[in-house]
């Protein structure tokens, strides 16, 4: 099973959290709890991992725990705005570079050598052809630039690990890191192209990247 009984119960309350955050951004009253509740998801992930992380390998757990520890303190950074992948606050994105180089280096270390992944690998340059084209052509993002060019291509590099990583792990640790990556990227896709939706995409930025993280820590903890 992917969830045992313990992480079910951590899974449960993890979504209780989110729901708070995602409630509370709908009202300006509840703004002081909306501050509080996105960064204590990424807080209540890293708090859960380090009590669970026995068993886990040595390499695992730096990587993890940097991961986490960064993009909480991003969070921190960005916490007045829902941009998680903000560009304007030079320190945050830092930070959440840091988290994301952290898991390409946790995931390239559990890769399967003997998968070279050259259709995937092709796959991924052009979504991130198609992603720059789009920038380009229409304008949606007027702050693209080369900071954020580094996050998309952390982002398919932890995506492309995530995918190497096949037939080297338990069936349910793939699933769930694979599903978080492409969770990351979503998230990162609707942050850029928000100024274009006519809609809040607050849900559909926080909702994905706050469940990634929820993918990673679970996927990890059943790669033994």
């Known amino acids: 099973m992917v969830f045992d009984k313990v992480n079910k119960s951590f899974g449960i309350l993890f979504l209780f959290i989110l729901l708070i955050e995602v409630i509370s951004n709908r009202s300006a009253e509840l703004s002081t709890i909306h501050t509080v509740a996105m960064p204590l998801l990424l807080a209540y992930l890293f708090l859960f991992f380090y009590l669970r992380r026995d068993g886990v390998k040595k390499i695992s757990k730096i990587c993890l725990l ?44 559990k890769r399967n050598i003997k998968t070279k992944g050259y259709n995937y690998l092709l796959l991924l340059f052009i979504i991130g052809g198609i992603y720059m084209y789009l920038n380009y052509k229409f304008q949606y993002n007027t702050h693209f630039s080369l900071e954020n060019l580094l996050q998309l291509i952390l982002i398919l590099m932890i995506i492309f690990f995530s995918i190497l990583r096949k037939d080297n792990v338990p069936r349910d640790s793939f699933i769930l890191i694979l599903s ?25 930025i926080m909702v994905p990247y706050s469940l990634s993280f929820l993918c990673f820590v679970t996927g990890i903890l059943k790669e033994n």
């Open 180 to 204: 978080g990556s492409l969770l990351l990227l979503s998230s990162f896709m609707f942050l850029s192209f928000r100024k274009f939706l006519e809609f809040n995409t607050h849900d559909l």
């Open 66 to 109: 940097i991961a986490l520890g960064s993009a909480f303190i991003g969070d921190i950074l960005l916490s007045k705005e829902i941009s998680i992948f903000r560009l304007e606050n030079n320190s945050g994105m830092i930070f959440h570079s840091l988290a994301h180089l952290s898991l390409v280096v946790l995931f390239y270390n």
